[in-house]
């Protein structure tokens, strides 16, 4: 589109007369070799052509519509002949290019708009945006490309201490205190507080990441309500984290060189941009810490209805449901350090999926605000349920609600339940592999038919199965 509309530019003289008979896209080059170049035009002419819309042809000429209406006095934009002839206005040059800058971990307005050479608030604005925005990973920013003179690119350097100063910064930056406040937007350099990330000129010697951090990673960007995310913390070396993301705890756990903290999304909770905050203990006492806002988004789950009957539910009293949902509860909260399972996850069984996790759920017409925990698998009674990963049998019993039951644990939080079952193969404490037969699925307790409910937490919190089986964990 742009091309055509330079070559037209360009070569006005010679195209006008094809765009006039409607071939405007034949090409044009041995016509205009023979003649010397025409000087810029000030607008070219276009003929409607059936089937045109005064939209397509704005679009076609890069041009806005209603500049296009404008420049042809039309009042009413929807209604062009064929046959009309266009004066196509020349776009304004000036018109901004748009770059997408995708915010990586670390990042703040005031590094991005430095990097590009753009005021903080012309980026804010760009992006519709107030200053006091909180920037999330998985997002991206409008970058407006008027390029003008680029300060020095920053890199994120070092996040401030007990007792760290700007100026004590600077020293070990080998930079002035002064040249880092205009860097960080500080009115003065006495004035950093403990915990600021500081930005420092790149072209100085500088660390990416505050010791011992050495790099972040999560997957999946954004984060997704009912779903699993798993957070990676590069070190430089060994230390023991501590955190917690939305000011729920989070448990670390040691891999070569890294730590992974893998957390349960509530598939109720609020969507929008979450804070992570690590802390790392130094040998000598003093603490490290990473802050990263991330973003949270809705599952996007259906609605059911469930109808239970008049019997069914007067065996569910709150008392027996919700003695039964806490001591299932104290299981979840198991934190296994070794991780058991390598690879994806497989189907325990391999029915249809008649009920997906997440779905919104209204028993016999109430409102409420309750949620499928599992998925529910569609097999008749006496189906074999495989271990669908590597762990150890930490529940194998019948229960009044969910009929009779095996807990796996997988390590590091993660478990798997299985509700409802006629047959149970295992025992507490028993190692299994994946894909070995644990049980059968069934009917027992209070279920609506046949079926293999396959429950998974993560942290104690229920998450949507199917994506351990579509991604690999951690
Ligand atoms: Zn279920």
């Given at each position: 589109m742009s091309r055509l509309?330079?070559?037209?530019?360009?070569?006005?003289?010679?195209?006008v007369a094809l765009l006039a008979c409607g071939l405007q896209q034949r090409p044009v080059q041995s016509v205009l070799a023979a003649q010397p170049e025409p000087p810029p035009p000030e607008a070219t002419v276009y003929t409607v052509q059936p089937g045109d819309t005064l939209f397509g042809i704005a679009q076609q000429f890069g041009v806005s519509v209603d500049a296009l209406a404008a420049a042809n006095g039309l009042d009413d934009p929807g209604h062009i002949n064929v046959g009309q002839r266009l004066i196509i206005p020349v776009p304004v040059e000036s018109a901004e290019e748009v770059l997408v800058h995708a915010v990586e971990p670390g990042e703040a307005l005031w590094?991005?708009?430095?990097?590009?050479?753009?005021?903080?608030?012309?980026?804010?604005?760009?992006n519709h945006m107030l200053r006091s925005d909180t920037l999330f990973l998985g997002g991206t920013l409008n970058v407006p490309q008027h390029a003008g003179d680029h300060p020095p690119p920053c890199r994120l350097a070092h996040y401030t201490g007990d007792g760290e100063t700007l100026a004590s910064l600077a020293l070990r930056y080998d930079t002035s205190p002064w040249s880092l406040a205009a860097a960080n937007g500080i009115c003065s350099p006495f004035l950093s507080r403990p915990g600021h990330a500081v930005w420092v000129p790149a072209e100085t010697e500088v660390i990416d990441w505050p010791d011992p951090f050495a790099g972040f990673q999560i997957h999946p960007t954004p984060a997704v309500q009912g779903r699993t995310l798993s957070i990676g913390i590069s070190l430089t070396l060994p230390v023991s984290l501590t955190g917690s993301f939305h000011g729920t705890p989070q448990t670390f756990f040691s891999t070569p060189g890294a730590a992974r903290a893998l957390t349960g999304i509530d598939a109720l909770s609020e969507t929008g941009i979450r804070t992570l905050v690590v802390t790392a203990s130094l040998e000598s006492g003093a603490l490290a810490r990473y802050v990263q806002r991330i973003l949270v988004v809705p599952g996007e789950y259906s609605e059911e209805i469930v109808t239970i009957s008049e019997d069914v539910a007067a065996a569910l009293t709150p008392q027996v449901v919700q003695s039964e949902a806490e001591s299932l509860d104290q299981l979840f909260l198991a934190r296994t350090p070794s991780r058991l399972w390598q690879g994806r996850f497989v189907l325990p069984s391999?029915?249809?999926?008649?009920?997906?996790?997440?779905?919104?759920?209204?028993?016999?017409?109430?409102?409420?605000?309750?949620?499928?925990?599992?998925t529910d698998l569609g097999v008749i009674i006496g189906t074999p349920v495989y271990a669908p990963a590597d762990g150890v049998v930490v529940a194998a019993e019948p229960l009044t609600v969910r009929g009779n039951i095996i807990i796996i644990d997988h390590g590091w939080g993660v478990m798997s339940g299985f509700w409802h079952l006629s047959e149970i193969l295992v025992e507490a404490g028993e190692t299994v592999v994946r894909g070995q037969q644990v049980g059968s699925s069934g009917s027992t307790g209070q279920s609506t038919g046949p079926h293999l409910h396959w429950e998974m937490r993560v942290g104690g919190?229920?998450?949507?199965?199917?994506?351990?089986?579509?991604?690999?964990?951690?």
């Open positions: 509309h330079l070559d037209i530019r360009r070569w006005t003289l010679g195209i590094s991005i708009s430095l990097h590009y050479g753009l005021s903080p608030l012309e980026l804010a604005a760009a391999p029915g249809d999926i008649t009920s997906a996790f997440g779905t919104r759920r209204h028993y016999n017409l109430q409102t409420s605000s309750s949620y499928h925990t599992g919190v229920p998450v949507d199965a199917l994506q351990w089986v579509n991604e690999e964990f951690p």
